[in-house]
């Protein structure tokens, strides 16, 4: 696997991901999963697109649920080819959609996959219509628990906070926990 930082990557041909993807939880695995099968499908690198901090923690000061290295290391296991970094910051934030767009075409992305709210550029101007009009963007249906809410790592900080280390311990996936922990500033030493 590969670390890039931003527009320094070019590829005649891939399958990208984009995201925060802070605590790489269970809908986090099943998008970058079902990008990577598309991509070995396809025959084109997979490439995964993630920020540090995670946007939430620079812009609102959420407790960051792994670090860059941790996330690293899981971004390997699943598969990724390549991973860029954009170190998310006032300068990167005030990125027009335009500006973004075009570094995505360095990497001609022959789809796209997110789920359904990804927002991006200056602002949150950038929905997954306005991705649609540069290339194919597939949408993976979001992965719920069993109580029918959306995984996601607001829900898994809030259920760190309040002490219910079980129910994140499932939104985040038996495999990743340990380590998980481990890592974290949620340790049990901590
Ligand atoms: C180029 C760029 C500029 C961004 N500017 C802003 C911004 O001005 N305000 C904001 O709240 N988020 C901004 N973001 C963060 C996005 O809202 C979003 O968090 C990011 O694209 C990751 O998507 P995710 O949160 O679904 O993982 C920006 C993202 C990118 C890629
Ligand atoms: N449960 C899920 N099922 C499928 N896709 C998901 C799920 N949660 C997030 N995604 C997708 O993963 C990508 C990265 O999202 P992001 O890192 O913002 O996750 P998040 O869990 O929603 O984070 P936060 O709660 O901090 O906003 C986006 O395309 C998002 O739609």
């Known amino acids: 696997m590969e670390i890039h930082t931003p527009g320094t990557l070019k590829l005649s041909a891939s399958v990208l991901t984009i995201g925060a993807l802070d605590g790489i939880h269970r809908g986090h695995q099943a998008l970058l999963l079902k990008a990577k099968e598309r991509a070995e499908q396809l025959g084109v690198p997979f490439v995964v697109y993630t920020f540090d901090p995670p946007p939430k923690v620079f812009l609102r000061n959420s407790r960051q649920l792994m670090s860059l ?3 690293l290391h899981r971004l390997m296991a699943i598969g990724a080819d390549h991973v860029i970094v954009g170190s998310f910051n006032e300068a990167f934030m005030k990125q027009e959609v335009p500006d973004f767009i075009a570094e995505l075409q360095k990497m001609n992305p022959v789809e796209i996959w997110e789920g359904p709210n990804f927002l991006f550029g200056k602002n949150r101007k950038g929905t997954i219509e306005v991705l649609r009009r540069f290339f194919k963007v597939e949408i993976l249906q979001p992965l719920t628990c069993e109580q029918g809410e959306m995984i996601s790592s607001t829900r898994i900080r809030k259920l760190l ?6 129910q994140a311990h499932k939104l985040l996936g038996e495999d990743y926990f340990t380590s998980f922990l481990a890592a974290s500033p949620y340790s049990l030493q901590a």
């Open 161 to 166: 906070q309040e002490g219910n280390y079980s």
């Open 69 to 71: 290295e941790e996330k």
